[in-house]
């Protein structure tokens, strides 16, 4: 079994490193945070007391950080990652980051003799913690082959879409759907509603219509038709206003760099730009649907 070192024991970090040390790999994690290492020791993660030493003789190192500057960071310099692993060792970025970040963090790993992929992830906490996570993966076949076992035991779906930065475009485009289909799936409803049109009516037909999308029919925005959606307990996340705003900014960012037009990917990220300004960013991104309705008041 391969020496698994887990950088970024969060709310996602946390189960995933749980799920590989249930899986049988002997896994050493280390962050920043008392709170989340104390978290992922109760899971039976042995805690190191800096990268350095998380990162001694590991043959695969997993980061699960907030932002591409913090994985830069922790990858590269004296004390970093790259300095310190096994030579040769597979780095897996799982954090949700700018492609040119993911690009640069791969030329860090090839500088340094290491293999890489980036592989953010979505399923969320419940996925995480379920070991059903869908993985996104960029990176050469043979760093894909490689980390191919390792993400098994933390998801259920590992797609290979390409070269290094290729995991990270699938996410921020996916998501960009997403961010996108909520407004378009809760203007509906607020249209409907001045309709005189009742939720589970609309409901019944788009979800088997030509309106159909995830949006609607596994998070929908209005309490009733899909009992389990964060609609039904006060917007509550699943996932946040301020991850989705976080993932916009990103689609925005690439589209700037790499002359994209996005009209309404956009407009997506100013109304959650708004809501998330007006007391939404904890809450569901379903959530948006209040400020649609305020909209229409
Ligand atoms: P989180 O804030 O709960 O966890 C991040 C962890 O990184 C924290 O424990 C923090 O202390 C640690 N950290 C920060 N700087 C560090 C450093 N220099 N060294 C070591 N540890 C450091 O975030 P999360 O929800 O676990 O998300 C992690 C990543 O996964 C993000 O990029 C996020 O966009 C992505 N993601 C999250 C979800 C979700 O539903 N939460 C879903 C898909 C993807």
Request: hydrophobic share 50%.
């Amino acid at each position: 079994m391969p020496m698994i070192a887990f950088i970024g024991l969060g709310n996602m970090g946390s189960p995933m490193s749980a799920n590989l040390r249930r899986a049988g790999h002997h896994v050493t994690g280390y962050d920043v945070s008392p709170a989340s290492c104390a978290a992922a020791e109760a899971a039976g993660i042995a805690i190191a007391p800096s990268l350095a030493a998380a990162a001694k003789g590991a043959d695969i190192v997993v980061t699960m950080l907030p932002n591409g500057a913090l994985v830069l960071q922790c990858w590269q310099g004296d004390d970093g990652l790259l300095a310190h692993a096994a030579p040769g060792a597979l780095f897996i970025d799982s954090s949700t980051i700018d492609v040119a970040d993911a690009r640069a963090a791969h030329d860090a790993a090839a500088r340094a003799g290491m293999k890489s992929v980036d592989a953010p992830v979505s399923g969320g906490t419940g996925g995480a913690a379920a070991a059903t996570l869908t993985f996104m993966v960029g990176g050469t076949a043979e760093a894909f082959a490689r980390a191919q076992p390792i993400l098994a035991a933390m998801g259920r779906k590992i797609v290979h879409c390409g070269d290094a930065g290729a995991g990270q475009a699938a996410k921020i485009c996916n998501n960009m759907i997403l961010g996108i289909s909520m407004i378009a799936v809760s203007e509906a409803f607020v249209l409907g509603e001045k309709l005189g049109l009742s939720h589970q009516a609309l409901f019944d037909v788009a979800s088997t219509a030509s309106g159909q999308c995830w949006a609607l029919t596994t998070n929908c925005p209005v309490p009733g038709p899909v009992p389990a959606s964060p609609a039904n307990r006060d917007y509550q996340p699943g996932f946040a206003t301020a991850l989705m705003l976080k993932d916009l900014r990103l689609s925005q960012a690439c589209a700037e760099t790499f002359g994209a037009h996005t009209a309404l990917g956009a407009h997506a990220t100013q109304l959650y730009e708004d809501y998330a300004a007006t007391g939404g960013a904890a809450k569901d991104f379903s959530g948006i649907i209040g400020a649609v309705r305020g909209k229409n008041a």
